[in-house]
């Protein structure tokens, strides 16, 4: 198991290399002046052009630009934003905590309402409740976002009020920003309601963002239940007379758990790599809006060094799958 | 019993005391569209920003009248005009206080003439201590000429100030009214640097403005609380609140949900329904702007007025407006917007007509035009979709026997490519900055724009020497008539076909009172009160 986390991780330094060199070279393939984006129809003098191109270090080759942006990340600066001058790691941690909040909630609604759904499916192969859970899977699973996320924001917070349309919080509550995380800045604070606002407002968005992992689950847990159903040592242990419940919980879902942990993970990598679409719609202050408006603006260091805290996230969280796989899976476990 | 009725009717007048203070706390929430690039106007060029900034924290030392492009005293009482146009002497408001943060910055004296030449050297000058601070680029600045313009900023004491500029150039008091010259503590930029940490300045200000920022969460909210003190008098919003809202359709939803008060930039497709709706007041205002096709009149046969006036007569504009704007424009006649001075009602346009187009064009002797039209990749208030009017007017032109095709590029390569003159026809537009004709007529026709904001690549010398003349004489009385003379010009010579200026539309909720609608396109909250 030791070795096996020390080969994944031996694996991660070229997969650095290679990401520094793609943010690199492809947002740069774009074609595009960062300093003629910034100017907009205003312009700018070409010698205040050629000033600016020297003041961002664009007037070097490119060869030079990559190895200094490089050795910077080696210690442990991802430089500062073209449009707001703040250092790019100062902008990431003011927007992660938003985007962990919210695809834990998301992730959360994913897997307790996927993976029952999907468990009760396959037991319950070819009932009604099999054929709903299906179509509403596929159905969610083929929704576009922008359109799901204004008909809930339409029906619950305009028609019926019962949820606020956008934000984290309520605009009476002033709380003090402490860890970034609004469920635990509002219960700090101590101010009567602030958490319950907090709340209120994490769920639209997560069910939103929710929703397509939540199909995914419901899906792989029902395909991957059916066919440990059909297993011989199923067929024992209810011939022996075991509790249904016991069978279906000890025998089946632990084995059949298995293609379903994968892909929670990826998903969860996903989510944390920020929603772009759910966090636009819903005014939420996260990092998958803050990458797409960077690439529009060509701001390349937030580009650049964005993708590389998100493309660890993701090579963290996929880590982490594999050693979860050790743990549900014996076989792995102990495999040399 | 008597203590306890005692303590319970105690409790009963304190909480009613709470709770009449907490009704009379006025929190207004304005749904922006974006974050802010920083905290100081100076840095940067966007709009939101200016919301953000210069319209809330700050003031400048003469201000545009809200909803107006009159320029009216600011932080200067009032400001003398040397004869030959070379000095201008500002005379300081005293008792000006500025903000006092909670943790943090504590001003020890009033606003004062340090302050006004803090603002400016910092721009001006590379080697002035705060010059490189924060990026360090004064685009607004050097954009509107400042530097070469500006030779000295004079303390003659505390309270009057002199700029002596270079030339005479009358667009100046205007330029003094933009976002760009909001005047900052020096006592603070002092503080900053000697703590180390001038970039702080930049992101935490304190301003003489009508409100002082609280607290700033990137892409989610910023909050403001009243000046107190504020020199015109405490604004009636105790608290006011920017609620980050990218997404239009969302920022409408909020507003019908009573979430914000007012929201900008509304989707064309919902104004119907904002006119409909009975908690909703939608205020308009035609915008400072125009939308324009210039033809690249260095290349042939543009280079011909004929073909430029054929062509101008091919295009059937209000097909245009119906098409593009679905409402949200007017025709342009002019390349100035019919909201500012010297605009030329008397300009007769050049009416669709497709007869006369043919016949002008076999007049210039041109047959089977091939050519181009430029469309913007990138939506804006004086064109909601460039590809859709190219269309338009691809087909129009197909009509009087011009084929085009329709070109676009990204943005950035847009803009420079159509700056080198590379079109035949590029469809641009451009959005006031000071309410001057000046910053339209000089910067996208004169002929030292060549090269730069004039698009037409038009340098045409009678049209050049009027708008010259006109920058250099003081009294807008006297510069008027100069400037219609020139529109005359411009229209006969054609190096644009004017499409459009847009009409801004505004959505406040029906309790908001004393908003008005800015023609330069900011936002401010001052005077604005709840129902």
Known sequence: MFQFIIKKLMLVIPTFIGITLLTFTLIRLIPGDPIEVMAGERGVSPERHAALRAELGLDQPLLVQYFDYVKNIASGDLGRSLITKTPVTEEFLTLFPATVELASCAALFAILVGLPCGIIAAVKRGSVFD???????????????????????????????????????????????????????????????????????????????????????????RSSMLEV??????????????????????????????????????????????????????????????????????????????????ATIIIVVNLLVDIMYGVVNPRIRHSK | MKKGLAKLSIALVASAIAMSAQAKTQTFVFCSEGSPEGFNPSLYTAGTTFDASSK???????????????????????????????????????????????????????????????????????????????????EYYSGMGMNELVKDIVKVDDYTVKFVLSKPEAPFIANMAMDFASVFSAEQADAMLAAGTPEKLDLDPVGTGPFQKVQYQKD??????????????????????????????????????????????????????????????????????????????QKAPFDNVKVRQALSLAVNKQAIIDAVFQGSGKIAKNPIPPTMWSYNEKTVDYAYDPVKAKALLAEAGITDLKTNIWAMPVQRPYNPNARRMAEVIQADWAKVGVTAEIVSYEWGEYLKRSKQGEH?????????????????????????????????????????????????????????????????????????????????????RKEVQGFKVDPLGGHHFYGVSLK
């Open chain 1, 229 to 310: 159903l059909g297993e011989d040592y199923i067929r024992t242990a209810r011939s022996k007379g075991m509790a249904p419940m016991r069978v279906i919980v000890v025998h089946a879902l632990r084995n059949a758990l298995i293609p379903v942990i994968t892909v929670i993970g990826l998903q969860v990598g996903i989510l944390l790599s920020g929603a772009i679409l759910t966090e636009t719609i819903f005014a939420w202050p996260g990092i998958g809006k803050w990458l797409i408006e960077s690439i529009g603006r060509r701001d390349y260091p937030v580009v650049q060094g964005g993708i590389l805290i998100v």
């Open chain 2, 424 to 508: 035949d026809t590029v469809l641009l537009g451009w959005t006031g900055d000071n309410g001057d004709p000046d910053n339209f007529l000089s910067v996208l026709l004169g002929c030292d724009a060549v090269g730069g904001g004039n698009r037409a690549m038009w340098c045409h010398q009678p049209f050049n020497d009027v708008i010259m003349k006109a920058k250099q004489i003081s009294a807008q009385a006297e510069r008027a008539p100069l400037y219609e003379e020139a529109q005359l010009i411009f229209k006969e010579q054609a190096p644009w076909i004017t499409i459009a200026h847009s009409v801004a539309y505004k959505p406040i």
């Open chain 2, 56 to 138: 809330t924290i700050f003031n400048r030392l003469v201000e545009f009248e809200v909803g107006t492009t009159n320029v009216v005293p600011g932080l200067a009482e009032s400001w003398d005009v040397s004869e030959d146009g070379l000095e201008y002497t500002f005379h300081l408001r005293k008792g000006v206080k500025f903000h006092t943060q909670k943790k943090g910055f504590k001003p020890s004296r009033d606003f004062n003439a340090d302050d006004v030449l803090f603002t400016f050297e910092r721009q001006d000058d590379p080697e002035h201590p705060y010059h490189k601070v924060s990026g360090g680029s004064y």
């Open chain 1, 131 to 221: 054929h709903s859970v299906m179509t509403f899977s596929l159905t969610g699973y083929s929704m576009p976002i922008f359109w799901w996320a204004l008909l809930l924001m339409l029906v619950f917070s305009v028609n019926l009020g019962i949820t606020p349309v956008s934000g984290r919080l309520d605009v009476t509550y002033w709380i003090d920003e402490v860890t970034g995380f609004m469920l635990i800045d509002t219960l700090l604070s101590g101010e009567e309601g602030a958490f319950a606002s907090a709340l209120h407002h994490l769920v639209l968005p997560s069910i939103v963002l929710g929703t397509i992992p939540m199909a995914v689950i419901a899906r792989m847990t």
């Open chain 2, 220 to 297: 989610s909210i910023i909050r403001y609380v009243g000046n107190a003190n504020y020199w015109q008098g405490a604004p009636a919003i105790d608290r006011l609140v920017f609620s980050i809202t990218p997404d239009a359709s969302v920022r409408y939803a909020k507003l019908k949900a009573g979430e914000c008060h007012v929201m900008p930039y509304p989707n064309p497709a919902d104004v119907e329904q904002m006119q409909k709706d009975a908690d909703i007041n939608l205020l308009s205002q035609e915008g400072l702007n125009v939308g324009y096709l210039a033809f690249n009149t």
